[in-house]
């Protein structure tokens, strides 16, 4: 089965818009938080907005998917609750980890959201791993690791391609290139001409995709999940993108690239385009895609009010739910 853009109804379209606008506002808020000093070390995703939005809009509730150190859009395109988010992100006993995971661990198994993970590219494997359960079980499930053009140079990809590849498991290896691994530039680091070449080895397909367009990446994931979940085996995604920011904020990303480039990027912005595509066709009006914005908006803000009305964990909750109990 292709997918097209054709395939891309307005109800779904217009989703992709929220998503990506509630990630944006979502981040803002986060950015605004971390600057007022209630959360540290955050890595924004402002700018890769599209990249989970196009793959999410082919998953279900029981597919999976697995994060990195910048995942806040992860969890969002993957249904995970803005509320419990921001209060994760403050620390607050309501969060999907109850306070204890913070910016880096989200996590959400009722959504299939596995988690976020600060140790670069630890999370691939568990990805091979969680669609290999999936095949052994006989379901259709399918399982999404998200990573970077750093984590790319890890052996864990290279061992989870091979093995996905063997087992054609339902696996799909997104990595977001967003050209930077910290203030490594991708040209330095990754030997050959592209991440997504690297499939190449292990007999599996590699496709590069503007990941500043979601009807691309909308595309590109759809064959991509559709071949996993007809049992045809894994695909390496690699979808060029751009951070706007710096690595965690800390970071001044103009001593290490242009002005200019970060504004090539901005001129690509993947919600300008979005917006432009669904004016163009009809689909929604300047009004209406102003409505989605202020819904998020509000939703956002209406996430910072139910973290700062929660309590803190009680210090007796210090190491409960901090080991898996097997009955
Ligand atoms: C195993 C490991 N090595 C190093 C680090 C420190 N570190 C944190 S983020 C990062 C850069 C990751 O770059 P990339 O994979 O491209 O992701 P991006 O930050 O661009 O999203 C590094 C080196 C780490 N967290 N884990």
Redesign the pocket.
Known sequence: MVTSTSDLTTDKALWMFETMMTIRRFEEQARREADAGRLRGL?S?IG?EAVPTGVCAHLRDDDYVLG???SHHHCIAKGVDLNEMMAELLGKATGTNKGKGGTMHIADVNKGMLGAN?????NIPVAAGVALSAKVQGRDSVSVVF??????N?GSLHESMNLAAIWKLPVLFVC???????S?P?EYAVAGTSVANRAEGYAMPGVTVDGQSALDMFEVAGEAVARAREGRGPTLIEAQTY?YMG??GADDPLSYRTAEEEQYYKDRDCIERMKAHLIETGAASQEDLDGIDARATEAVAAAVRFADESPYPQPEELTTDVYVSYP
């Open positions: 890595h995703s890769q990195t150190h910048r600060g140790v670069v590219g630890s990573f970077g053009d750093g984590a790319a890890q977001e290139n967003n050209r930077y691994a910290e490594t991708v951070r690595h965690f």
